[in-house]
């Protein structure tokens, strides 16, 4: 029961929220698998190199017997075996995630996408029609321009990008961890639950005695005014792994793990780029619909006696019509926006600690690249790989936007 005692079906912004939310769920499920495998081939591509900056910086004031490791790369997943550096096809990628978590794999991560999608593409359809009402207001035809309907696109995806980028984040960490085959449990697990100390360490990582030996032979020969300099060095978990490697995608795909190790701040990586790749995926998307329904009202008034004053009364489009619109929208927005997805996906494929965000803000480290890949977030080592699965993306984006209005359309039908 909805406003004021009034069943569902008597409220007309009841009835659209259930169609839509009906129709989102529909059609996110369906095309899941295709967005999986399609976020496997982005992130199977060989890691970029390290940036001109240095990848080791050691900054030691032993008075205080502070340790800092600067590291100035996080590499991105490698699918492949160890020093791969080919690129995996769609075969060696379906294979691998065959043999990882069989059939199930394809839907790594299907929670969060619909948890995503549904505020997501509500906001998307919601402050598009909020602004297409506004440039209608006073028009006697209720006429949308083309140019019109891609402004308020842009803008809608502006406000679904930043609605969407968290569950996108924990989305693909769990496609990238169906891909990962699971650890059994050993001897490392039981020492971190004997020793408190080894908590601290990094996902994925175990103590390194050699290299730890290595390190406190090296700082032997220096004098420093700390009274336990030792054991203020093992407070820096880092420094018992002896790796500068931050962890894998799979290693932290729990929100708890993300939070704690990277801080609340990375529940927004890659939004720079998601904003980008949103606001020209919904502006070309609305604009390119929008063309498409006109043109069809237009053919249809032609060819009606007598013809009417102005297209809209010529009737509504037929439903089917307007879904096979709506997908060949969807696959031309996701073309042309296709450059963006990759780059936020490896984007947040990266796993960056917080003690390498603080100290790469304390040194001021600048982003590689030209003056438009730093605003909108692409690593300038991706440029030969920004095109990877365009076609898996054209196809997901097409059929998701074709079953979205149909299934909203017979929704909507029902329940009214």
Known sequence: MVGGGKPLGDSVLAGHAAAGAAAISASTVSVHPLDTVKTLLQASAPPPPP?????????????????????????????????????????QVVDRLMAASGPAGLYSGIRWSVMGKLPGLGARFGTYELLIAFYKDGREDNYVYCSEAMLAGIAAGAVEAVSCTPFELFKLRNQVSSVIPSRAVGPANVAQESFPLLSKLLPGYVPDMRVWSNTVSLLS???PNHPDMLGALK???WMLTGSGKPPLPSDVHLPSRVISLEGWGALWRGLRPGLARDCVFGGMFFSTWQFIHTAMLTWKAVNMNPEPRNIEEAGPVH??????AAGFAGAVAAAASHTFDTAKSRSECTV?????AMERKFLKWKAPGTWIERKTGISSADRNVLFRGIGLRMAHSGIASIILVGSYYVVADYIS
């Open 51 to 91: 940036p001109a900056s240095p990848p080791f910086v050691a900054v030691m004031v032993l008075s205080r017997g502070l340790i800092s490791h600067l590291r100035g790369v996080c590499l991105p997943l490698q699918l492949g075996s160890a020093g791969q550096k080919q690129k995996m096809g769609l075969r």
């Open 352 to 356: 960056v600690p917080k003690y390498i």
């Open 235 to 237: 407070q820096h978990p």
């Open 221 to 223: 020969h220096l004098s």
């Open 319 to 324: 439903p089917f019509a307007s879904s096979v």
